[in-house]
């Protein structure tokens, strides 16, 4: 046994890690959840809502499993999984849709699955980690483009064929991007995938809910394409958990056979898929949500912009303050305010970039906004 006085010889690199990360103002720790709600993605307010709760009291009336009991291919399969995918192919305006346990999974079995040797995926270089993992476990290379730069995307895979590509381009990005808020631009990289036979997956993990109609996403206007892919998240604006992959039935069916991160995982919960459909109905019948967190969204600008502060144009507000010890210590002295808002430092974002992340939902209203503004300016001239 051991000599718990002494440091143990397992995890000695572990530890020198994470030393190394403290010496940078970069290490993370659990902390609980305390202050009025600027951190979250709930951003429609729907975790802790009446209408969700009455939701999930309704489906375990109906008597539906927790648990799945296995993985889909196996007993896990519940009516609730197909009756969710089937909606959530007609709301999204995709073919088909397949149900994930989260958003980081989905992201994984994609770009693990679909993408094959001899193609080329062509990604924001700030789309989401999980797409990065979901790459290096797959067969197709991968180059980066410049952010929200729609010409890049173009040049590189146009370099790409000259120099031989004959596979398939997959252009990979996010709608609405966690950290800076921005827009990709869509219409010209739907246009680009045209021009070069490639496929557009968007992730719309901060669009769904939020935006197009009944919070459909930004992608809605290309919907019924055969050459798009979107991701819509359950766990941020739908209050719930989960992922829905929304594509052609063919790419459908080749990750149900082929998708390792699909295949060996127990099913989500019956419960949950119900819970999601009820969530998307919500969202879609309740429009004065979406209004009111523009609302909000529009009066938060206005007040960050009197601080000289830039706006996204969406709910995720970032404030770059760029040095890691000081944007921690503006993070510590708010949610000392009572202000749940979060330093955000490399690698989530790049070096020298380190932030708050305000997110805006409709847990919060006006007067929260206007005393979040007056605490952060305190904050920022006390650091």
């Known amino acids: 046994m051991s000599d718990r006085k002494n440091p143990s010889p397992f995890f000695t690199a572990h530890r020198k890690d994470l030393a190394a990360l403290a010496g940078e103002d970069r290490l993370r720790a659990l902390a609980p959840r305390a202050g009025r709600d600027f951190a979250s993605n709930d951003y429609l307010g729907l975790a802790t809502s009446d209408a969700l709760r009455a939701a999930l009291t309704a489906g375990i009336e109906r008597g539906l499993p927790a648990g799945s009991g ?10 609730e999984h197909e009756a969710l995918e089937a909606h959530a192919a007609r709301h999204y305006g995709s073919e088909a849709a397949l149900f994930f346990a989260t958003g980081f999974a989905a992201n994984a079995a994609l770009f693990a699955t679909l993408p094959q040797r001899g193609d080329l995926i062509v990604h924001d270089e700030y789309i989401h980690a999980s797409a990065h993992d979901g790459m290096k476990l797959g067969r197709a290379g991968s180059i980066a483009a410049a952010h929200n730069d729609a010409q890049a995307f173009d040049d590189i895979i146009t370099r790409w064929r000259a120099g031989g590509g004959a596979g398939t381009p997959w252009i990979a990005v996010e709608s609405v991007y966690s950290m800076d808020g921005d827009r990709a631009p869509l219409a010209d990289l739907a246009a680009i995938a045209d021009r070069h036979d490639a496929v557009l997956v968007v992730d719309e993990a901060h669009a769904t809910g939020v935006f197009g109609p009944g919070g459909a996403g930004l992608a809605h206007d290309l919907a019924d394409r055969d050459n798009l892919i979107t991701l819509h998240t359950c766990g941020k604006a739908l209050g719930a958990e989960g992922a829905l992959l929304c594509a052609p039935a063919v790419a459908r069916d080749f990750i149900v056979n082929r998708g390792r991160p699909f295949i060996f995982s127990t099913a989500p919960s019956p419960l949950m898929a119900w819970l999601v459909r009820q969530a998307i109905e919500i969202a879609a019948n309740e429009p004065e949500r979406q209004a009111r967190l523009h609302g909000l969204v529009r009066h938060a600008a206005e007040r960050l912009v009197s601080l000289g502060i830039a706006a996204s144009g969406t709910q995720i507000l970032p404030v770059v303050i760029g040095e890691n010890d000081r944007t921690m210590r503006i993070a510590a002295n708010l949610r000392e305010a009572g202000f ?44």
């Open 70 to 79: 296995g993985s889909r291919l196996l007993r896990g399969n519940h009516e």
């Open 340 to 383: 749940d808002i979060r330093g955000i430092r490399p690698p989530t974002v790049p070096q020298g970039t380190a932030r708050l992340r305000i997110a805006i939902t409709l847990n919060t209203d006006e007067a929260d906004i206007d005393a979040m503004a007056d605490a952060l300016a305190a904050a920022m001239t006390a650091a």
